[in-house]
């Protein structure tokens, strides 16, 4: 089957760095995404992983780790603006198109 | 350049009407996604079609539950016969075709459509 995990809630206060994991077990990979998702909003894509190895963008990073099926989201100088959800996401069909997504991680960032 | 649009934003039906759900993608994008949004729950993929093709609809219900994307005009998601287990977010995405970047394949999601069923 196919699953993904993360933590359903995290806090953290503004400044500081949070790391937010995700297992995923799928029958195939060919990619992970990251999307932030704001109460009431539209999904907005964040990164992308296909490879081992850290990305980095700004004050956000992602790691993949394909062998141990696991990524992480890395946010550093947290903001309160950076309080949504954050959902992992693979693209398990090397055929196609197909994504699916975790339930996603609420982070509160508190001042 | 506009993005994903749905609409409405917001629609409420009562137990046996039917509910269309429209999205137009972002110009140039010829792939469109939708999903399904249960609160405190992940997005759940519904169907994947292309302009006049159904690619993958395995996430979708065997009955009342219908999708298109004809060659002009938006994409619509049509629910028959509403229960009020059908009340959800829906979400629309749409992505380019591109063969270079076939897996990196980036999603834009639409600000969703909130369904409620009375």
């Known amino acids: 089957g196919q699953n993904i995990d993360q933590p359903t809630e995290m806090t953290a206060t503004e400044g500081a760095i949070v790391q937010i994991n995700c297992t995923y077990q799928?029958?195939?990979?060919?990619?992970l995404f990251w999307y932030q998702q704001h109460a009431g909003e539209a999904p907005t894509f964040l990164s992308y992983n296909v490879l081992d190895g850290l990305e980095e963008k700004g004050r956000f990073s992602s790691f993949l780790s394909r062998s141990k099926g696991y990524s992480y989201l890395l946010l550093k100088e947290l903001q309160m603006k950076d309080s949504a959800s954050y959902l992992c996401a693979v693209r398990a069909d090397t055929g196609g198109f197909k994504t699916i997504f975790g339930a996603g991680t609420r982070l509160f960032v508190k001042a | 350049n506009a993005g994903v649009m749905q609409n409405p934003r917001h629609l409420v039906r009562r137990r046996g009407q039917e509910a269309r759900l429209r999205c137009s993608p972002m110009?140039?994008?010829?792939?469109v996604y939708w999903y399904r949004q249960l609160p405190e729950e992940g997005l759940k993929f519904m169907v994947y079609?292309?302009?006049?093709?159904?690619?993958?609809e395995s996430g979708m219900p065997k009955e009342r539950f219908s999708a298109e994307f004809p060659k002009e005009g938006p994409s619509i998601l049509r629910i028959q016969q509403v229960v009020r287990g059908d009340s959800a977010a829906y979400f629309c995405?749409?992505?380019?075709?591109?063969?270079?970047?076939?897996?990196?394949?980036?999603?834009?999601f639409g600000a969703g459509t909130r369904l409620s069923v009375l």
């Open positions: 799928t029958s195939g990979f060919n990619g």
């Open positions: 079609l292309q302009k006049e093709n159904i690619i993958d």
């Open positions: 110009k140039g994008h010829s792939h």
């Open positions: 995405a749409s992505s380019p075709y591109s063969l270079a970047g076939l897996a990196k394949n980036i999603q834009y």
